[in-house]
C-alpha cells in the first residue's frame, strides 16, 4: 500500500514536470523504474525533478530515511544506489549527504542522493 503511494506521489510529480515545462515527450519509464525500485526501508520526504541543462535529460534530488535492523544503514543505502544503477536509466548517482540517527532503538540514517537520466 505504500508503495503504491509512492508510486503516485512520483506520477503526480512528473505530471507537474510536464506541465511546467509544456514537455510532453518526457520519458515516464525513468520514474516508474524508481517508484519499482524503492526499497522498503526507505522513506522518502522529497523528491525534486528538473530539466537538466541539456534539455534531453531528468535531475533528481532526493532525500528521505532510510531504517535497517540487520543490517547497516550504509549498506542498505548502498544497495539502493546500485539498484538504480541497475536499471540502466539513471547516471552520475552522487550521495550528497547522510546523517545517522541518534536513537539506538531505531537504527536510521538521513540521506541525499542526486542523479541523472541517461
Do not use: C, H, W
Amino acid at each position: 500500500m505504500e508503495a503504491l503511494d509512492r508510486k503516485e506521489q512520483m506520477m503526480q510529480s512528473l505530471t507537474q514536470l510536464q506541465e511546467q515545462i509544456q514537455f510532453a515527450s518526457i520519458d515516464a519509464r525513468p520514474l516508474k523504474a524508481l517508484s519499482n525500485i524503492v526499497p522498503p526501508s526507505v522513506s522518502l520526504e522529497s523528491l525534486g525533478i528538473s530539466l537538466a541543462d541539456n534539455a534531453r535529460t531528468l535531475k533528481f534530488d532526493i532525500s528521505g530515511d532510510i531504517y535497517a535492523k540487520v543490517t547497516t544503514t550504509d549498506v542498505e543505502l548502498i544497495k539502493f544506489v546500485q539498484q538504480l544503477e541497475g536499471t540502466g536509466y539513471f547516471q552520475n548517482i552522487q550521495i550528497e549527504k547522510t546523517k545517522k540517527f541518534t536513537d539506538v532503538e531505531q537504527p536510521g540514517m538521513f540521506f541525499n542522493l542526486t542523479f541523472q537520466t541517461r
